[in-house]
């Protein structure tokens, strides 16, 4: 990684509080963009002459259209977006005397309502839950929890056994930018997580700190996450796809209003 490159990285993490995921988005975007220069213009902005300054307008607009034709209109958008906050930078440094990404329009994102699950087929999914071992009671805990607090799927595979208050009913979420905020959560997920930290008990697992843990006593991933939605969604013969996502936008979610912290004990409670 260069030296600008590195510079750009530290920012982000020390002063903009960025999330270590999103570091690795920018720094991404912006070698390919770095590897585009060296590969067809022969130039290299960290070492060679004219550093970062050389780079103009034309040269992201060649390596837009010439990298990603007929990509969605986000992922360009993210790309431009990731590269003209690492010119930005420059700029702040005193680096380069202008940002030749200021110039590049951004495509319009698509707006599209998330998909979700009607109640009644909520309930059926969340009833069709098989009961037996720690991983069935894992299971459950993570779509219980997903469903009754809207956390993001990010947010839930980062929960430390410590972030949950149970006598409460709360848990403890860093969330984006690392605002850290306490969502309250229902009966019914309390109840499921009781049974799966009851069952983990059973056994030792290498890394404790992490809420939920695979099948090794690793943490869980937000891959593995929506694998298990996956198989919660055939065993209730629902027939459609749904991301992890998709759980914080129900209609019972959105009929709370502005309140902090949405609660769906109330219609959750049957279940």
Known sequence: MGSAIRQFSQYLLSERNASRETVRAYLREISE????LMATEGKDPEKGKGGWKSVTAADLRRFLSARFPGRKSSTMARKISAIRSFFSFL???GEIPGNPAASIAAPRREMRLPEFLPVDEMMDLLRSLPEGGEREARDAAILELLYSSGLRVGELVSLRREDVNLDEGTVRVSGKGRKVRVVPVGEKAVGALKEYL??????????RDALFLNLRGGPLTARSVARILDGALRRATVGRHLSPHGLRHGPSRRCWGTRRYPRRSDTHGST
């Open 33 to 36: 963009f770095r590897s585009f």
């Open 91 to 93: 700029m702040g440094q």
């Open 198 to 207: 009851t069952a983990r008990r059973r056994r030792e697992a290498p890394q």
